[in-house]
């Protein structure tokens, strides 16, 4: 499986953006695919996944109500719409998938991952 994100970069505080995150490959094997974040100097953190089997996402409480995962199956596309955007949400964006069940939104549950994707939030 690869990934590949895309749809970074600068905004001011209170803005949107739209992360994407296409994968290709073995696509038909995926279970869940997820947004992680890192902001500079800290560990990489969830921020959102969403499972095959389940009609929505689950989110972090830091962006939850702000933040919204979609997903087209027919493009094999997940999507990150980021709305009221606060300096803190400044990090590398990465998309990641998996095979496998992530019960605890952790990353090392994800065993594929995209480059990431920078957004730079403004105050």
């Known amino acids: 499986v690869q990934l590949q994100a895309s749809g970074g970069g600068l905004v001011q505080a209170g803005g949107s953006l739209r992360l994407s995150c296409a994968a290709s490959?073995?696509?038909?094997?995926?279970?869940?695919m997820a947004w992680f974040r890192q902001a500079p100097g800290k560990e990489r953190e969830f921020v959102s996944d969403?499972?095959?089997?389940?009609?929505?996402?689950a989110y972090a409480d830091s962006v939850k109500g702000r933040f919204t995962m979609s997903r087209d199956n027919a493009k094999n596309t997940v999507y990150l719409q980021m709305n009221g955007l606060k300096p803190e949400d400044t990090a590398v964006y990465y998309c990641?998938?998996?095979?496998?069940?992530?019960?605890?939104?952790?990353?090392?549950?994800?065993?594929?991952w995209g480059q990431g994707t920078l957004v730079t939030v403004s105050s």
């Open positions: 990641a998938a998996t095979n496998g069940v992530p019960y605890n939104h952790a990353d090392y549950e994800f065993p594929f």
């Open positions: 490959g073995r696509t038909f094997s995926i279970f869940a």
């Open positions: 969403f499972k095959r089997s389940e009609s929505s996402a």
